[in-house]
Structures are given as structure tokens and as C-alpha cells.
């Protein structure tokens, strides 16, 4: 009986310990929970701070997701239309993060609504210029809960593609990603 409790006692000061420690365990370099899809490792938020703060910043290599991805990701709390939410392509261009990587883009085509978990909204394909480079395809991806904004770009080293707008998806969709989420919105 001793020894049970100790176990006991043990395993639950482990994943207390586990909770406390909150960003030093990476649940990241693992499949997706739900497809068995590709590694995304965490990174260092590169951009400078701005009135919406940092972020997190993921990569993907190109091994596993055909070509190397980063994927910018931040809460804007309180920045979108409560009542609907990203429902159109003049919310997603508002809330947006495009501007992080240049101030110079257009869109490539209308948006098209997509879901990650308790998030709902729209993602939308631009083409962003940027000083002595060719342009860029880059993926903004806008998604609400109620009156907070999660946004995400999507960035390849070639232009974005289906295949990487479907792995960046379902890696929002997965639990670790719907668990800081649901903390940063507070809809959990």
C-alpha cells in the first residue's frame, strides 16, 4: 500500500510538475494527433514586437511537408467581429498578419471558409512583395472564437501550396495547438 501511494504521489507531482513547466515540454515534434501527418517544430518568434505582441513559429521540413513551411501563429483578443466572427474576405484582410512579412501585398484569389476545432474562419492566398526578391504566395488563415482572432501565415519556400494549406491546417486542428488556443481566448 506504501508503495502504491508513492507511485501515486509520484506520477501526480510529475504531471503537475508537467503543468507548472507549461512551455518547456514541446508536445510539437510529434505526428499530428489526428492524421499521423508531419513534424512541425517550434521556433523562435522572429519578428520585432508590435501593438499585438509575439507569437509562436513553427517550421516544417521540406521532407515532410514537401517543400519547408513556417507557420506564424498569434492570438489579436477582442479583434474581430463578435456577432460573425472571419466570415468574409474584408475580415480576413483586416486581422491578418501579412504585414509582418512585407507591406506591399495583394490577394491572389477570394478566401474560402475553414475550420480548427473551436475555431471558425476564413484563409485567403496573397501575393507579397519584398525587396529584391520575386513575390511571394503566402497563406493568411483568420479563425475566430466569439470576439477573439487566432491568425496564422503560412509561409513555404516555394509558393504555398493545397498540400501545405491541408498540413498547416490539420496541425491547428491538433490537441496542442486547441489547448493554447482554448488558453489564450479564454474559451475553454
Avoid at 29 to 55: A, H, Y
Amino acid at each position: 500500500m506504501k508503495l502504491a501511494r508513492r507511485i501515486v504521489f509520484g506520477l501526480g507531482l510529475a504531471f503537475a510538475s508537467s503543468l507548472l513547466a507549461g512551455s518547456a515540454i514541446s508536445a510539437y515534434d510529434v505526428p499530428n494527433e489526428t492524421t499521423q501527418g508531419p513534424l512541425w517544430s517550434e521556433e523562435q518568434w522572429p519578428f520585432p514586437i508590435d501593438q499585438w505582441g509575439t507569437g509562436r513559429a513553427f517550421k516544417c521540413t521540406a521532407d515532410q511537408c514537401g517543400s519547408e513551411v513556417r507557420l506564424y501563429l498569434r492570438p489579436k483578443i477582442g479583434f474581430c467581429r463578435c456577432a460573425t466572427g472571419v466570415s468574409d474576405d474584408d475580415e480576413i484582410d483586416r486581422v491578418g498578419d501579412l504585414e509582418l512579412i512585407s507591406a506591399d501585398y495583394k490577394p491572389l484569389a477570394p478566401g474560402h471558409a475553414v475550420t480548427a476545432g473551436i475555431m471558425t474562419g476564413r484563409a485567403r492566398l496573397f501575393a507579397v512583395e519584398r525587396p529584391f526578391q520575386s513575390p511571394t504566395a503566402i497563406l493568411s488563415i483568420a479563425m475566430a472564437n466569439k470576439c477573439d482572432a487566432i491568425v496564422a501565415t503560412v509561409v513555404a519556400k516555394a509558393d504555398v501550396q493545397s498540400a501545405q494549406e491541408d498540413q498547416a491546417l490539420n496541425f491547428l486542428r491538433g490537441a496542442a495547438i486547441q489547448h493554447w488556443v482554448e488558453s489564450q481566448t479564454g474559451s475553454g
